[in-house]
């Protein structure tokens, strides 16, 4: 996690408490004047669009006040939905037993695309199963990664 994303998180998460919500993950996508920080917030019993305005009310005061991101960007709550993104060893944990679609920073093992079912986690490696083998991919590694809806 980038030292900017770690700030966010920590001004962010006590916001997300105080409301009921899980701060589930940051997403800063820099695109020139047209870049995005995604807030992803989720609750027990999920959360609703006026939760997501709630909570995009009460982040972009405090990142006014902070100024931690120099420049224009669009801010945006959302739910982390079906296709979830998991961003910490926890995520990996409480979704052992999915199908999830990871791509790393660097190649591993020859590649950086993978898709397979998620195994648990050893330490600080993520365990996933591809075609009945095992990768332990190191969550540094792990650029991003996001469940596979399963319908029946």
Known sequence: MSAKLKRLQEMLEPIAQSMDFE????EYLSQGKDSILRIY????????VDDCAQ??????????VEDTIAGHYALEVS???MDRLL???EHYVAFTGSVVKIKLRMPFDGRRNFKGLLKGVEGDEVVLEVDNE???LPIDYIDKAQIEPQFK
Not at 41 to 48: F, H, L, P, R, W
Not at 55 to 64: E, F, K, V
């Open 23 to 26: 701060l589930w993950g940051i």
């Open 41 to 48: 917030i989720d609750g027990e019993n999920g959360v609703s």
């Open 55 to 64: 909570m995009s009310h009460q982040a972009s005061g405090i990142l006014d």
């Open 79 to 81: 739910s982390p939905g």
């Open 87 to 89: 961003f910490k060893l």
């Open 134 to 136: 095992e990768y332990l």
